[in-house]
Each structure stands twice: as C-alpha cells, then as structure tokens.
C-alpha cells in the first residue's frame, strides 16, 4: 500500500512555516516520515532537503523510520521517575526484547521513552496509542501486553 | 419533581480522569439515565475540565447537592442514580476521605485538599463544559473583553501594569511592562502570542487550563490585542496535548461565530484573529524566541535576546508572548480590577500561583494558592502529608531549570522572588515532593539526562557541559565516583550557568547545584562509602535483614521475585546477596521494617 | 556611535556588532565560529566579554550583541578568563584529539581530567556551525545540523551523497577544526561521502574545482572562458597590474 502524501502537503499553502504541521500530519497518518515525501516537500515549499531534514530530526514527535502497530509511550517525566518508570521501562523492553526508540520483531509495538505527558498524578504512566494508563506496576505492564497481543490473535 | 430541576451530573473528563476510564462512567450515565422513565426532569451530563485530584478520578460531582464522588466505576453508576439522584442519599463509600481529619466529606470543597485553595486561573474548570461558550459565558465570560474594548488600550496596560501580575511561564517577568514596551513600537503587524508548550516534567497547569477553560486563553489574548494594537495571534499547543488542542480549537471556532474574534470585534472596529500552531515536541520551545522560531517554520534553536521580542519577535515584529496561565488572570484582573489582583499574595507576588503537586504525597494534582503560601501548607495541609508517612526529603520545583529545596525549608514561602532566594525556581509550577526514598544524586543525574536529550545542543556551554555533568553523574551513581569530581562538577556548572545562550542553558545546572548545595552528604556516600541509603542506586545498594526486627513473618520471601530470601516461618530470614537484583520489594513488603539498606558489595 | 574597549576609545556603526568593531579596530576577541561576512553564530561561546551599560555589568557574546552609544567592555576580565577555560576543557573532552582544540588548550593552560577523555575519541567537529553557513552563502544548502542535544551533528540529509552538494569545499575551507574531510585524488574529490570529477586549469594544469562548483562558478560570473585556477588568476592579474603600473611609469 503506497501513502498518498501529496493529498496531505497540498491541503497547505507554500509558505515555510507550514513545514512542521505537514510533517506533524504525514506523521501521523503514515507513522512516520518517508524519504520521497520529504523530498517532495522539499520541492513543493522550494525549500532544501536538508532544512526539512534537519527539522525532521530535531522534533521528536517526527520519526524517520517505521512504527509498530501499536506506540507505547513510556514516561519519564519527573513524577514517574521517583514513582519508578525506570523498572516499568526495564520490564517493558525485556518483555519486547526491544531498545527505546525501536519496534518488536513481529511489528506490533515500537516503545518511546517520553517526557513528562502531563498526568503526573498517574505516576507512572503508560500511554498505549491513545490510552493511558496509569499508576503501573512491573505485573501490570505484562498483562497490558499480552492484552494487545490478543487482540491481535483474535481481531 | 421539582427537587430535580437544575440539578447536574458533571462528569470529569480531564486527562487524569480520562486514563481512570470517566468517558465509560460518563456514557453509563447517559444511558442508564435514558432508560430510567422514573426521572421526570432528566439530570444534564457534562464533561468537565480537570477537577485536580487526579489521582481520586474519575470525580463526578452533582450538583446543586454539592456531592463529590471520586474514584467513581462505571459499577457505582447504578447505585448513584438509584441513591443520589432519584432518593437524594450519598454514597458513603464514594466520598472523599479526608486523610488529615480521617473522615469522609460531602462536598469537594470541604476537603482540606480545596480548602486552602483560591481559584483564579482555574475558576471555570470542573464548572464548565469547555466545548461550550455557553458555560464559559454563563459564568462571566467575554465580560471583561465588553469592558476593555470599551476602555482605551492605554488604560488596559495601566491596568495590568498596576495589578502587578508577572508571567506565570518560569522568570516572572511583568507582564504589563511587556505589554506596554510592546505598545510603544509602531512597526506593523504586531502579534500575540501564547506558549502552551508546557514542558517542564511535573507540570500540567497549562495543559488542564487548556482542556477545562480555553475561552479564558482566548479572551485574554483578544484583550491583549486591542491593547498592544495587534491583530493576529497564534497559540503554540504541544502536539502531544491531543483535548487541549480539540477544546482550543471549539472554542476558536465558537468565538468566532459569536463575534469575539475577527473583523470587527462586537461592533468595536477591531479586528484580531487566532491561529493553533502544533509544537513539534521539543522542551527547549518552551524558551520564547526558540518557541517563536518554530513557528517561523524553523528548527527550534533561541537566540540571543540582545534586542527583546517586543521590539523584534515573531517574523521580527513586535510580539508579546505570554504563557496560559498569564492568559487566564487578564479577565478576572479586568473585570475585579487591579486593587483586587493587588490584595491577593505578598510583597511584589500578587495573586495565585497553580501548581502540580506530585511525588510522593498524599493529594496529588492541581492546586492553585494565592502567592506566598508556605511550602509546607502546601505539602502537609493541602497535600495531606507523604505516602505511607514516611520522612519528608525535598521538593523539586520549577523543572529542569528550578532546584530541590530541603526540609530546613519547607516554610518558605512560595513565590517569585523566595524559590529564586534559595536556588531554585518558579517555574511553571511543577511540585514535586520527594521522601526518603528518592536519592538525590540520582535526581540530578534524571534532570541531567533530561536535558542531554532536550537542549537544543546550539551552544558548547549547554551541548557539552550537560554531556559532561551526565558523564559525572552517572560515574557516581555506578560507584566510579571520586571526590574531586564534587568539584569539577560545580565548576562546570557555574561555567553552564554563566555562559549560556539562553534561558535553558542557564538554569540547566540548578538540579546540580542545589542538590550539592543541600545534599552534599548523599554525594559523599556515593562516592566515598559507595553507598546509596535510599536504595535507588542499584549498584551502591544491597539490602540485609535485621535479625533484632525480623519477626520470621516469610512476607519477603514470599515476595521475592527472585527467590533470594530464605528463612523459616517465626525464624530470622537471610538475604542471598548473589540472587538478590535489589528491586527492594522486600523493603516495601515487610511489616516491620527489617529490611535495612546497606552499600556496595564489596568484592572479596 | 563611539564606544571603549578595553580602554581604547572605538567608533561604531548603529546595528554593528561588538566583535565587527573590535575586529576593525584590531582588537582581538577570542571566538571558534566568527568569521568575517558572515552573522554572528553565538555557539562556541568564546567571544563572550564584559559589557557595562551604565551602572550595569553584564556578560555578552560580542559576535552577536549590537552595540551601544559610549557602553565600556573589557575582553578579559577574571571570571571571563575563567569561563573561557572551562568552554576549552569542554571541547578538549568533546574532540580529545584534535590538533587545533590541544593547541588552544596549551595556549590557555588547561588541561582535561583524563577520567573523562576518551583517548581513541576521533571526533574532530565541535559544532560551531560555520560550515552550515558557508553552504547556505553557496546557495547550496547540502548540509545542515541534524538532531538535537547532545547528539546533534552536522550532516547531510540520511548522511548520505548529496544531490545538492557541488563539492565546492567552502565547508571544510572555513571549518577551525579541520574536521571536514577533503580527498583530492587524480581529479577526483571525495567530500560528504559523494565523489566528484575536478577540472584542471587550462593554464597551469592543475585539478582547481568539481565540474558542479566550476559550472556554477562559470554561471555566477558569466563567464565562458577556458577554466583558469585560483593562482593563475591571480598571477594574470598581477601581470596586468605590471604592466599597467610599467606603462604610466
């Protein structure tokens, strides 16, 4: 299936200041941001392909590469911190034999150490896709997992 | 049933509340409402803005009983219709209980966590349904914004100007002073801009200001507008604040067709208009010129504020940006005026502060305060003490950039000018309480790393010295410290602090330098005992049973993961340090606090 | 306007920089990415003197502070020489080999603790970004800073050949590390990870440029003569003026 990425930068005006909100938006339809659409974009708001690259590299909502499935988004924000995310961080990434940053084998999860995502009083928190959850234990995160990877034997 | 007119279910649907599942306890309601022919006049639901107490969610509310339930499951629903809402009984079992007083109360408002609370910035949330203009409106809003367009710009500026609000972002800068310097530069088009790029760990403030009241934002902005002669504005939202950018979206939308933004402001001849411009995820555009460049369309890098943004700012036009916390006080300060804002607080800190308490206390969430409440009001009164009532440490405030604040100073009160006294900083308002539990060193090691990763890395000072205090850091918390490096890392951080380009630069050190400052002690175990007394450093820690306490319950060995705890039941039990993986489930576990914690292994 | 720099009394323009009139005055003010023509970058933090406004003191990097009317600045003072210091240990623990950063190290009398040096660091780039800069003036915009923090760099986009790049070499020309590598092999030149074919000078016959930067040189002068290198040129018109200078006389 080929992404259609032109529909998306041609919703905007050529103007640079764009340049963020057209990442942002192919981000997040496509899951991350393809080499030919930033080339693209490059020609489209005739802006050099490294000016985009570079922004493309200094944002962390953008990736460059691929996602799983699913996005679980780990928090280290203070609160978390001294609630003990570094032990759900340890125990998420032994389950998906994975490192910050990377997706499992099979595709299904990428993990993302993230910064403070606002819902201290969770803490810690997890946020799976659009889901929080919060107050997490190292038992937990496991039968979070294996929830999602359920769903996928079944859906 | 006349009893039953006016009455309301108000449903949180903050973030906090959202992630303890309140749409579902939201939707049950509305369904099992929709059923029940037995309710004449039909209680509205609403989905409210964050109530604070997060940590109690989801919290519904009925109102005009003035009942709080808190940790409400979509199983209670049932009941609270049958109870509340049809008989006019309370659910005892859902009320909040009250830790200082050890009973449960009927209303929020009673509770000690509201009660020594003052609510400004925050006085529509949980009140209103944000997606409705209605509310917002019901309750005072846009009159402040009748009231300025009727005023001349210059009285507005004298206004806020004498109120003596300062900008709720981190330096507390006055905010009229900006105004009025903005006002003052001729050059065309001028803009408005507002920082909703919260990123400070810990806070959350802007984020439920946004989600819970946005029109507030809006309004003072519009209000800015007229007053400064600008006529476009854009609010900077953190992509990851997915409700706050929905409700401040509405309520762009509502405003606009009800006449407050656009051409022609409610017949007064002036035009201004918002745009939402997405933050890309970067903390380092929390820092305004940084912020300012990103909405340019550029990589998030500050510059040099040789010539401030009033003069030269957004597309090098005068700009003034404000935080949304500054945003939500321009209404009340218009309407209550200045002398109202100028009785609230202390000396040159007038009015409230909001701030996320979180950690390890008791009551976590948003509290907002007048200036000047102590620390220790804050923690114990409001906050209810620490988990478990354990011994208080420090409290971190103001992020990345602020400081820890030992226990000699826990009644300091909280402002501008005292955090700073002491080392540390406002900030945006994150509390973060931390116990016996919490090492020091490995705190400033956590801010280090923070920042490693969020400085913009354009200027060496910043880019290397953080690359380099982190090397230190970490070398103390594995046990590879030695003592001199005490030294060098006070030396690298003065350099940070003094060198750097900007803002975040120059506070980066703080975490370092407070926490040498008033927990030199801890340094020194790391380094010389090679030990860790909280725990937290896996390498400087082993745990050991004290044979006087131990009362041979088997609670540790049963919790174990690892099996490394072996003793017979009423016996005294021994930890085999080889298995041991110093997770410290033991030392949480038992009943008796035998588990002690000592230092490094020493190799034979 | 006029103004003091260490004592010496300075005539400015409005909207010049601080180290713009040091420099025209010669006075020397210590920075790694100043460079003549181009703004100031205000990241080696070098540059960084002691302003006094009035009654206040404060601490300015001269490549970017805009100078004012009868302010008095002091290059070095001690905290200055400090600070200095420590940037310079910074660095020397960033590129712990690199021949310029020693050079400056020993100049400056500092030295790194050698717990935190990496004696097979081969990192030669301590970010000043001039490079960037000097690509963008190109109009060429291959390379750019890439990430953010302490892992940021400079790169071309995906660190692979550019299709911008016209291996005109201006990068490595102005970079004080020497950092930027330059191969230049019986008319070829590597740079970037990308080769390039060069051309040799119709005169001396020496390889002078890439094929990409002699065309654009050629489209910017309007110039369709043969292919002449650098010295040549040089040489022609020192003849030129010769002459000139023989004919008058």
Known sequence: MSFVYEEIIHGYPKEKRYTLAILQDIQKRNGFIPREAMEYLSQYLGLPVSNIYSIATFYKALSLKPKGKHIIKVCSGTACHIRGSGTIKEELLELLGIKPGETSEDGLFSVEVVNCLGACALAPVVVIDDKYYGNMTKDKVKSVIDQYKEERVHG | ?604 | MKLKIDGIICEGREGETLMEVAKRHGIHIPSLCYRKGFEGLARCRLCLVEVKEGSRRRIVSSCVYPIKENIEVTVTTDEIQRMRKNIIMLLLLKAPNNSYINKLAEEYKVAAPERYMNPLDDENCILCGLCVKACEKMGTNAISFVNRGIYKKVSTPYDDASKDCIGCGACAEVCPTNAILVEDNEGKRKIWNREFNMVKCSLCGSYFATEEAYKLMQEKLNDNEEPICNECRKKIAADKLKESFANIY
């Open chain 2, 1 to 604: 049933m006349d009893r039953n007119k006016d009455r309301r279910i108000l449903v949180c649907c903050g973030t906090g509340c959202l992630a303890n599942n309140s749409y579902n306890v939201y939707l049950k309601f509305k369904e099992r409402l929709s059923e029940d022919a037995e309710i004449e006049v039909k209680p509205i639901m609403k989905s409210t803005g964050c109530n604070g107490l997060c940590e109690k969610g989801p919290v519904v509310k009925i109102l005009p009983d003035e009942i709080s339930y808190f940790k409400v499951t979509v199983d209670d629903v049932g009941e609270i219709v049958e109870k509340t809402i049809k008989n006019f009984e309370t659910v005892d079992r859902l009320l909040y209980y009250d830790t200082n007083s050890g009973k449960r109360i009927k209303s929020h408002k009673e509770a000690s966590f509201y009660k020594g609370q003052l609510k400004i910035a925050l006085r529509n949330i949980g009140e209103i349904n944000p997606l409705s203009i209605e509310d917002y409106m019901e309750r005072g809003g846009y009159k402040a914004l009748k009231k300025a367009l009727d005023m001349k710009p210059e009285d507005i500026i004298r206004e806020v100007e004498l109120s003596g609000l300062r900008g709720r972002g981190g330096a507390g800068f006055p905010t009229g002073v900006k105004w009025r310097t903005c006002s003052e530069y001729k050059d065309q088009p001028k803009y408005v801009v507002c920082n909703g790029d919260e990123g400070d760990p810990g806070a959350f403030m802007d984020r439920s200001i946004m989600e819970g009241d946005p029109n507030t934002v809006i309004e003072g902005m519009i209000i800015c507008g007229y007053a400064i002669g600008a006529h476009r504005g854009f609010l900077y939202i953190r992509d990851e604040y997915e409700l706050a950018l929905k409700n401040v979206r509405a309520a762009i939308d509502n405003a606009r067709e009800k006449g407050f933004l656009g051409k022609n402001i409610l017949n007064s001849g002036f035009d201004f208009d918002l745009e939402i411009v997405r933050g890309g995820g970067a903390f380092v555009c929390g820092e305004s010129s940084a912020l300012m460049a990103s909405i340019e369309g550029n990589v998030g890098e500050p510059r040099a504020k040789y010539i401030r943004s009033v003069e030269r700012g957004l597309w090098d036009k005068p700009t003034v940006l404000n935080n949304v916390e500054t945003w939500a006080n321009i209404p009340p300060i218009i309407i209550n005026g200045w002398k109202w804002f100028k009785s609230i607080g202390t000396e040159g800190n007038y009015g409230t502060k909001v701030f996320s308490l979180v950690g390890k206390v008791k009551n976590t969430g948003l509290v907002e305060v007048p200036m000047g409440t102590t620390l220790r009001q804050l923690v114990y009164d409001i906050g209810g003490g620490i988990i478990n009532n354990r011994p208080f440490k420090a409290v971190q405030t103001g992020g990345p950039s602020g400081g820890c604040i030992p226990k000699e100073h826990l009644d300091i009160p909280l402002d501008f000018d005292s955090l700073k006294a002491i080392g540390s900083m406002m900030g945006s308002g994150g509390v973060i309480v931390m116990d016996d539990t919490t090492c020091m060193v490995d705190v400033a090691r956590y801010y280090m790393n923070f920042l490693a990763e969020e400085s913009c890395g354009k200027c060496t000072t910043c880019r290397e010295g953080i690359r380099t205090m982190l090397h230190i850091l970490t070398n103390i918390t594995e046990g590879k410290g030695e003592m001199e490096d005490i030294e060098l890392l006070k030396e690298i951080a003065e350099t940070v602090m003094e060198a750097s380009l900007c803002g975040l630069g120059k506070s980066a050190p703080n975490p370092v330098l407070t926490t040498l400052e008033y927990f030199k002690d801890e340094y020194i175990e790391h380094i010389a005992d090679k030990r860790c007394a909280s725990g937290v450093c896996k390498n400087l820690t082993s745990y050991y049973i004290d044979e006087n306490k131990c009362i041979g319950c088997t609670i540790c060995s049963k919790n174990c993961p690892v099996g490394a705890i072996s003793g017979r039941l009423k016996e005294v039990h021994v930890i085999d340090e080889d298995r041991c993986i110093k997770c410290g489930t033991c030392a949480i576990k038992c009943p008796r606090g035998a588990v002690r914690i000592g230092g490094m292994k020493v190799e034979a």
